[in-house]
T-cell receptor
Framework: DTEVTQTPKHLVMGMTNKKSLKCEQH?????MYWYKQKAKKPPELMFV???????INESVPSRFSPECPNSSLLNLHLHALQPEDSALYLC???????????????????FGPGTRLTVL | KQEVTQIPAALSVPEGENLVLNCSFT??????LQWFRQDPGKGLTSLLL?????REQTSGRLNASLDKSSGRSTLYIAASQPGDSATYLC?????????????FGTGTRLKVLA
């Protein structure tokens, strides 16, 4: 299984809602990522989990809260979002732990299909 | 700070042409470089990964090269087809910032005309 799955495919939420995005992989990968992508722009890294520990937080606002309950699952909890947070949210995974100096290896990234988020 | 750029930003070619997409990075301290394609509104599909110790990788009609000393990678697509129409992104695995992470290029939007 070389697939990364993401649910839901689409999400529309108001600025006062709380919602969660879910990402799952069964490739035995030990690094998982959240990216945000606006239209016609490259993906921007938000968080990296390495061996289920948060290793990179790219100064993301606290209204985005990541969680890694186990090595296969990555969640992104959303609360009090703004309309400018509307974007495609992409999850990815790679074989090795990444993020901290010295933690490298063969780390081809595999991406999920994304969740299209619209904040009203 | 590592910066990754791709030229051209957009490209339109007739079917059957061989073409080259360029990716430049400002700091040669990269661990590997990965090429992706992205269809509109979809996730990214990995095409090729080149480790820093390698100079090129091939998969079918695709060939990617890496020259760290000059800060360049190229993606060569042979005999282009309409199905190749997509945005192509390169991502450099950057080691300059103290943490290791992928830095994405700006992308090349490719349209292959039938």
């Amino acid at each position: 299984d070389t697939e990364v799955t993401q649910t839901p495919k689409h999400l529309v939420m108001g600025m006062t809602n709380k919602k969660s995005l879910k990402c799952e992989q069964h490739m035995g990968h030990r690094a998982m990522y959240w990216y945000k992508q606006k239209a016609k722009k490259p993906p921007e890294l938000m968080f990296v989990y390495s061996y289920e520990k948060l290793s990179i937080n790219e100064s993301v606002p606290s209204r985005f809260s990541p969680e890694c309950p186990n090595s296969s699952l990555l969640n992104l909890h959303l609360h009090a979002l703004q309309p400018e947070d509307s974007a495609l949210y992409l999850c990815a995974s790679s074989q090795e732990g990444v993020g901290l100096a010295g933690a490298v290896g063969y780390n081809e990234q595999f991406f999920g299909p994304g969740t299209r988020l619209t904040v009203l | 700070k590592q910066e990754v750029t791709q030229i051209p930003a957009a490209l339109s070619v007739p079917e059957g042409e061989n073409l080259v997409l360029n990716c430049s990075f400002t700091d040669s301290a990269i661990y590997n470089l990965q090429w992706f394609r992205q269809d509109p509104g979809k996730g990214l599909t990995s095409l090729l990964l080149i480790q820093s110790s390698q100079r090129e990788q091939t998969s079918g009609r695709l060939n990617a090269s890496l020259d760290k000393s000059s800060g360049r990678s190229t993606l060569y697509i042979a005999a282009s087809q309409p199905g190749d129409s997509a945005t192509y992104l390169c991502a450099a695995y950057d080691t300059t910032s103290g943490t290791y992470k992928y830095i994405f290029g700006t992308g090349t939007r490719l349209k292959v005309l039938a």
